[in-house]
């Protein structure tokens, strides 16, 4: 039986929904797609009208899984500042988890916590990176706060 599907999301684009009841602690998706360089992933990228729309998930070996290439419906999931879900990795596989129990038809979310380098930002980042979640606890933006 299956347990989420995608479709047309409140926050963003699209998102991924449970079918069903989830428990805390359960994996739900393996984030998939083409790993490789952040170089290459980032040429793939360049040019495109919408750039910082990505799908691009960071290994900890300092390669990247591009879920725009080959990827499953874990691409779709979106940010959340108090998210409901997390990513685990694993051999440099990378896995979304429940974080606590899920309701049929609740969004799943993750906490992206992005990290841009120094010579990336511009000064309109904060907009560009903007967090769409509402929670009264949302920091404003999908940018990792140090």
């Known amino acids: 039986m299956r347990r989420v599907i995608t479709r047309r999301s409140p926050i963003h684009g699209k998102g991924v929904f449970a079918l069903r009841e989830l428990a805390a602690g359960e994996r739900i998706l393996e984030y998939r797609g083409l790993v490789t360089t952040w170089r ?9 009208e919408n750039e910082e729309h990505t799908f691009l998930f960071g290994l900890s070996d300092g390669r990247v899984i591009d879920g725009g ?5 874990a691409r779709w999931l979106n940010h959340a500042c ?9 051999s440099n596989r990378v896995f ?3 974080i606590r129990a899920i309701a049929p038809g609740e969004e799943l979310f993750i906490d992206y916590s992005l990290e841009l380098p120094r ?5 309109d980042t904060r907009e560009t990176y903007r967090c769409h979640c509402g929670a009264p606890s949302c920091r ?6 140090t």
Do not use: Y
Not at 40 to 46: L, R
Not at 69 to 73: A, E, I, L, M, V
Not at 140 to 145: A, D, E, P, S, V
């Open 96 to 98: 979304i988890e429940t």
């Open 69 to 73: 290439r080959g990827g499953n419906s």
């Open 119 to 123: 010579s990336g930002r511009r000064r």
């Open 82 to 90: 108090n998210a409901n879900c997390e990513a685990v990795e694993e």
């Open 40 to 48: 290459e992933a980032a040429n793939h990228c360049s040019g495109r």
């Open 140 to 145: 404003g933006t999908m940018l990792r706060c």
